[in-house]
């Protein structure tokens, strides 16, 4: 691992399953899974640490807890389980330790005994505030709740707060959209996510969603209205306030390594270029650790067009953009010089020697990026 490295740990439940989510998590909260799971959880870390045996304690400068719903977990409960490597750690000065709520799973009690733990940052699930897009994405929150839920995490002290919404849903216009982001931003919210909504072929809403040039104007007014509003667009789909980056998404962005806990996680090595992922299943999950025995489902050592390809998936999410003599044959100068001419690609206006995508650049990155690669 590196001197500063990342710490994510995976909590697969959730109250109830959105329909568009693909992430590894359970609609299930049944308090002696959980337990069962928390029990795992902290097996996993003492084996993590028993494994490094007397090597220098981890230097860690993020932690993000991420879903699933991970606060569907006590704030005791998550405290116990990571207590053999939190303990172990030597914490960074600016140490970030996020968690991922949604709005109906926190109160203010809730999260003052999360800022007791030492959890300084929370990611706010919101996704829309238009009643009848929540329904159609089957979250489990109304408006009211997520409001609330906002009011609660400031009120519980936190300044680091994040939400995260979804464009490109059915029935969305850039007025609904408009109208949630202005009212999140009521509160001094220092981050934003912005999602495209992507559906595989066979999801019974795949034919509704809107096509691509809605999809672009949807992106490109996001784009817009947070500059306006004094957010820097780092990431494809991330928006911060000056000084207020998620600096756990920087690490995994900037090619650093994490080690990740939990069912579905994946960890990475940075100095020896291994990727490593947990099964995807509760029960193996817990069954193999109250074996004796860590959850990895697979590990591979990157090849070098692998780590090539990575350096590329990597560089060009960020607004930092990529070197200039990373475009290095014939094919890369020529595409190049096409999304030039096609206003994607421009010279950092800042960063000398570097090339960025623009903002359309950003919304269009699925199909610029591998063109380079
Ligand atoms: S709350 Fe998040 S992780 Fe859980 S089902 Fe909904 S989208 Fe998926």
Known sequence: MNACSSLYVHIPFCERKCHYCDFYSLGNRDPELLDQFAAALGLEAALVARERGPAPPYRLNTVYVGGGTPTLLEPHALASALSPILSE??????????????????????????????????????????????????????????????????????ENVSVDFLCGVPGQSISTLEESIQEAQRFPIK?????????????????????????????????????NAGFEHYEISNFAKPGWKSRHNMNYWNGLSYLALGPSAHSFDSEKFIRSKNVSSLSGYCETLRSGRRPIEWSEELTPTQREIEKWLLALRLSEGIAEECFNTPQRRRMLDVFERQGLVVSHPVLAGRKRLTPKGFALSDQIIPSFI
């Open 89 to 158: 750690a030597r914490l960074e000065p600016d140490f970030e330790w996020t968690i991922e709520a949604n709005p109906s799973s926190v109160d203010k009690a809730k999260l003052l005994a999360y800022r007791k733990l030492g959890i300084n940052r929370v990611s706010l699930g919101i996704q829309s505030l238009a009643p009848e897009l929540l329904a159609r994405l089957g979250r489990i929150h109304t408006r009211e709740i997520a409001i609330r839920a906002l009011d609660d995490i400031f009120r519980a002290g936190f």
């Open 191 to 227: 981050h934003l996510s912005c999602y495209l909504l992507t559906l595989p072929p066979d999801h019974s809403m795949y034919q509704e969603l809107p096509d691509e040039e809605e999809q672009l104007e949807h992106l490109l007014w996001v784009d817009h209205f947070l500059g």
